[in-house]
């Protein structure tokens, strides 16, 4: 996983305050179902203890706030903890209020021969929103899953809104400290 490798060099890790992961990986894996890798010649790999693979990120050495956003059809069951919060001695997962959207998103991943776990054809939904509150230094530490929804299915305007908020709201200036110090 690119994020992982990027995350684990100093150019990146002094630099970045959060990681937005859609689909590709949470830090605490996630199980993948084998309905993943149907109509693909990939099977379901085994990555080896403490490196990323599918559904998996590994846990990096630098201080962001992390939200793992996937489709719930991608994914066996969501896991009631995160290592990340345990990290920031956040507080136990939270459920805040259903996001509804009415309206598609702009992107369809239907992919033929690849089952609903893949993706299908974009339309509306609802995402679980999930939050781990309390983080130290005020970091944002949330899961969102679509359900009903695939690995490459757009997201919706209201869920894509509501990442942004979180996004926003998560501290930063590592980068600002950096340009000030130069």
């Known amino acids: 996983m690119t994020s992982n490798r990027l995350l684990q060099t100093d150019l990146v890790a002094s630099r970045v305050d959060g990681w937005l992961s859609?689909?590709?990986g949470r830090i605490g894996p996630v199980e993948l179902p084998a309905s993943f890798f149907e109509g693909s010649e990939r099977r379901m790999p085994t990555p080896e203890p403490g490196s990323p693979g599918p559904g998996r990120a590994i846990t990096v050495?630098?201080?962001?706030?992390?939200?793992?956003?996937?489709?719930g059809l991608e994914i066996v069951k969501l896991p009631e903890t995160s290592p990340w919060a345990e990290k920031y001695n956040a507080g136990p997962r939270v459920r805040l209020p259903d996001?509804?959207?009415?309206?598609?998103?702009?992107?369809?991943?239907?992919?033929?021969?690849?089952?609903?776990?893949?993706?299908?054809?974009?339309?509306?939904?609802?995402a679980e929103l999930y939050v781990f509150p309390g983080a130290r230094?005020?970091?944002?530490?949330?899961?969102?899953?679509?359900?009903?929804?695939?690995?490459?299915?757009?997201?919706?305007?209201?869920?894509?809104?509501?990442?942004?908020?979180?996004?926003?709201?998560?501290p930063g200036g590592k980068l600002m400290a950096l340009a000030e110090a130069g």
């Open 61 to 71: 050495d630098c201080d962001i706030s992390f939200i793992f956003s996937t489709g």
């Open 99 to 126: 996001i509804v959207d009415t309206e598609k998103g702009q992107v369809t991943g239907e992919t033929p021969g690849r089952g609903p776990s893949w993706g299908r054809e974009a339309r509306p939904g609802t």
């Open 137 to 170: 230094g005020g970091r944002v530490i949330a899961d969102v899953v679509r359900l009903d929804k695939g690995h490459t299915e757009g997201y919706e305007p209201k869920v894509t809104e509501e990442l942004i908020k979180m996004v926003v709201a998560a």
């Open 22 to 24: 859609l689909s590709g």
